[in-house]
């Protein structure tokens, strides 16, 4: 495991929390660089396997920093094992882990008792209700909006009506929320966007700007929100293959173990 995007240049950053990271093997080159304001890092692992990891250069904000090793969150909750639970998460797959840390926390739950669906595609609904719970909103359903197609008391109701009264998420038209659409990655990436500006929360500028080879296809709208999610180092795509605007990714979106910092890294395995 290693964290290949950046806090670069977030000066304001004070502690971080690694808890839960026991396996990370690697910090790649300016990962804190410029972080001057960091003082405190939570880790849950012993100063022996802290002493193993591989911290390329550039991080001395990171070595300079207060440590506290064998960090136990309060109150965290354990993890649950989500394959004994819905017959369609399998062990060991790319999302089990993500699966798991999200039902865990309440963020994503299953579509029935048995069934969650990890490859589905995730609609505008479902991804709004994520990003509220993430946030700890805990609007009413018992709520009218202004979009004829969210109806009062269903599980997206509070969570569209606060996303769209904060600026997160637009409707796909003046009077239509487009509640069944299945997300689109350029609006996964807006919403992402807005929702860290909401959170307070700067985006890392870690990766060097790129054009895709389907640039063209990139609505105006979404065009700031791919380019600062592809500086962050979080968005997929390639000048060959490009960043495909328009297709749907799967459930669940990608996510680090700890996702109170999604804006910053990644984690790959």
């Known amino acids: 495991m290693s964290i290949t995007a950046a806090f670069y240049g977030c000066t304001a950053l004070e502690s971080i929390d690694l808890t839960g990271c026991d396996k990370l093997g690697k910090i ?37 920093a207060n440590f506290h090793f064998n960090y136990t969150e309060p109150d965290t909750p354990e993890i649950v094992d989500t394959t004994k639970i819905f017959s369609d998460v399998a062990e060991g797959r790319w999302y089990t882990e993500f699966v798991n840390y999200a039902y865990t926390y309440g963020f994503f ?8 669906r990890p490859q589905a595609n995730v609609n505008r609904a479902m991804f709004v209700t994520v990003l509220s719970r993430i946030a700890g909103i805990e609007e009413s359903n018992d709520v009218t909006t202004k ?3 969210v109806e009062s008391g269903r599980y997206y109701t509070g969570a569209v009506k606060w996303a769209s009264e904060n600026g997160i998420v637009n409707g796909v038209d003046e009077m239509t929320f ?30 060097p700007a790129m054009t895709f080879a389907d640039d063209a296809q990139i609505s105006n709208y979404a065009r700031d929100a791919i380019a600062a999610y592809q500086k962050a180092g979080i968005v997929n795509g390639s000048v060959e293959n490009g960043v495909t605007p328009c297709s749907s990714p799967k459930a669940p979106p990608p996510a680090p ?3 109170k910092y999604l804006p910053y890294f990644t984690e790959t395995m």
């Open 109 to 116: 739950k299953g579509v029935s008792e048995t069934d969650f």
């Open 28 to 64: 790649g080159e300016r990962v804190f660089y410029e972080c001057e304001s960091l003082t405190d890092v939570y880790y849950s692992g012993t100063e022996e396997q802290w002493n193993e990891i591989v911290i390329e250069a550039f991080n001395a904000p990171l070595k300079n």
């Open 178 to 207: 487009g509640v069944k659409n299945d997300i689109t990655r350029e609006q996964l990436c807006t919403m992402i966007v807005r929702f860290a500006d909401y959170m307070k929360v700067t985006l890392a500028k870690s990766v």
């Open 147 to 149: 979009f004829a197609d």
């Open 257 to 259: 173990r700890r996702l």
